[in-house]
C-alpha cells in the first residue's frame, strides 16, 4: 500500500489542478472582447468611450460591434457597456487605445487610466494613438481587403515604428515617459481619411498635453537624436551647388541610414545645461540624380549628405527647443551627470532644456555606393 501512495497522492493533485484550471473556463462566444478603446470628448466637454470588439456568432451579419457611451471614468464606461452588449467585457486583450486630440489638450487627461494599472486583468501592452480628428470616425470605420480594423492598425503602427516613420507607444511605455521628468512623451498619431492614414509622431509636454506633430521624416530625426534607429532610414537631400530648373529635379541624393551611433557629452556652462551630441551615420547610397556629366566622388557625396543633415538636425533640435520639451531625453543625461544642478530644475526641465545649449557633431560614412557607378 505504501508503495502506491506517492502515485495516489500525484493523482489527486492532478486532478485538482484540472478542476481550479477550468473552474473560471469561458466559452469565447460569453465573451465580449475588448480589441480597441477610445476616448474623446463632446462639443459640450463631455467624456465619449468607445469600445469596438470582434463578433464570433455565427449568425450575426457584422464581425465588429462598436458601443460609444458617456461617463466619467473608463471603468464607470465598462459597467454601462455590460447593460448593453450580450457578453461578459475583458479587457485584458486590448491592442489599441485611441485618444483624440480634443481630449490630449486637457488637464490630468492620463489619470482616467488608473484602472488600466491598478486592475491586472487589463492589458499594458495596447499601443496609444493620438487621433487628429473624431474617434468616432475611427472607431465605426470598416476597412474594404483590410483585417478586422484593429488588427488592420496594429499592423499598420508596428510596420510604421519598424521603418522609423513613426513611434510605437505602448501604455506601459507612456506611464513611464508621463512619470520621468528628464524627457517629455510621444505617441503615434493617426487620421481618417479615406482610409486610416499615419500622420507621424505627437509631441506632449511634461504634463501629457498635446504640443505638434513630427512628420516621418521629422520623426527619423528624432530617432536619430535618441539613439534608438534601428532598421532603414530613407533619406533625400538636395544638393546645392548644382542648380536645377523644371519639373525634373537634377540636384538630389537618396539614401538609407543603416545605422546610427549617438554618444552625449553633458555639461554645464553660464548658468545653463550644455550637451554634445556626436552622431555617426553609416549610410547606403539608394539614388543619384544628378545632371549627365556631371561627377561626385564618394568623399564629395559623404560631404554633400553631412552638410545637409547636420542643417536638418540642428534646426529639428532648435524647433523642438522653441515648444519647450524633450522627446530626446537629454533631461536624463542632465540628472545623471549634473545632477546638483538638475535637481533644481527639474519641475521645470521644458524651460531649462529650451535655454540649453546643444551641439551635433555629425559623421557621414557611405557604406555602398551601390552596383552601378
Not at 486630440?101 to 488600466?116: G, I, N, T, V
Not at 510621444?186 to 505627437?202: D, F, P, Q, V, W
Request: proline share 4%; with cysteine.
Amino acid at each position: 500500500m505504501k508503495r502506491f501512495l506517492p502515485i495516489l497522492l500525484g493523482l489527486i493533485a492532478a486532478a485538482m489542478l484540472l478542476v481550479s484550471g477550468c473552474g473560471d473556463r469561458r466559452d469565447l462566444e460569453d465573451l465580449t472582447v475588448i480589441l480597441m478603446t477610445g476616448i474623446d470628448l463632446d462639443e459640450k466637454g463631455n467624456l465619449l468611450i468607445y469600445e469596438s470588439s470582434p463578433v464570433f456568432s455565427r449568425e450575426a451579419k457584422d464581425k465588429e460591434e462598436e458601443y460609444g457611451i458617456k461617463a466619467l471614468t473608463l471603468r464607470q464606461a465598462r459597467v454601462k457597456m455590460d447593460a448593453v452588449v450580450s457578453a461578459l467585457s475583458v479587457g485584458g486583450k486590448t491592442q489599441l487605445v485611441l485618444l483624440s486630440k480634443k481630449l490630449l489638450e486637457q488637464k490630468d487627461w492620463f489619470r482616467l487610466f488608473d484602472s488600466s494599472f491598478r486592475d491586472a486583468k487589463n492589458s499594458i501592452n495596447a499601443r496609444v494613438v493620438a487621433v487628429d480628428g473624431p474617434v468616432a470616425e475611427v472607431i465605426k470605420f470598416y476597412p474594404r481587403d483590410k483585417p478586422r480594423l484593429p488588427l488592420h492598425l496594429v499592423k499598420l503602427i508596428d510596420t510604421s515604428a519598424r521603418r522609423n516613420l513613426t513611434v510605437k507607444t505602448t501604455m506601459q511605455e507612456l506611464q513611464r515617459q508621463m512619470t520621468d521628468k528628464g524627457l517629455t512623451p510621444y505617441i503615434t498619431e493617426i487620421r481618417k481619411e479615406k482610409e486610416i492614414k499615419l500622420n507621424g509622431t505627437a509631441l506632449l509636454n511634461e504634463q501629457g498635453n498635446y504640443v505638434t506633430r513630427l512628420e516621418p521624416q521629422e520623426n527619423m530625426l528624432l530617432r536619430m537624436l535618441q539613439g534608438q534607429g534601428k532598421g532603414e532610414m530613407p533619406m533625400t537631400v538636395s544638393i546645392p551647388d548644382i542648380q536645377s530648373t523644371g519639373p525634373i529635379k537634377l540636384n538630389e541624393l537618396s539614401f538609407a541610414v543603416r545605422k546610427v551611433s549617438t554618444k552625449v557629452k553633458t555639461g554645464w556652462q553660464e548658468d545653463r545645461f550644455s550637451f554634445q551630441l556626436a552622431v555617426n551615420l553609416s549610410v547606403v547610397l539608394t539614388e543619384k540624380v544628378i545632371p549627365p556629366g556631371e561627377k561626385l566622388d564618394e568623399q564629395e557625396l559623404e560631404r554633400i549628405i553631412q552638410e545637409q543633415m547636420q542643417y536638418q538636425l540642428t534646426a529639428f533640435v532648435h524647433k523642438i527647443q522653441k515648444l519647450r520639451i524633450d522627446p530626446f531625453g537629454l533631461g536624463n543625461y542632465a540628472r545623471a551627470y549634473q545632477y546638483d544642478h538638475w535637481s533644481k530644475i527639474k519641475e521645470r526641465w521644458g524651460e531649462a532644456f529650451a535655454e540649453s545649449r546643444v551641439n551635433i557633431a555629425l559623421k557621414v560614412r557611405i557604406k555602398d555606393l551601390g552596383p552601378i557607378k
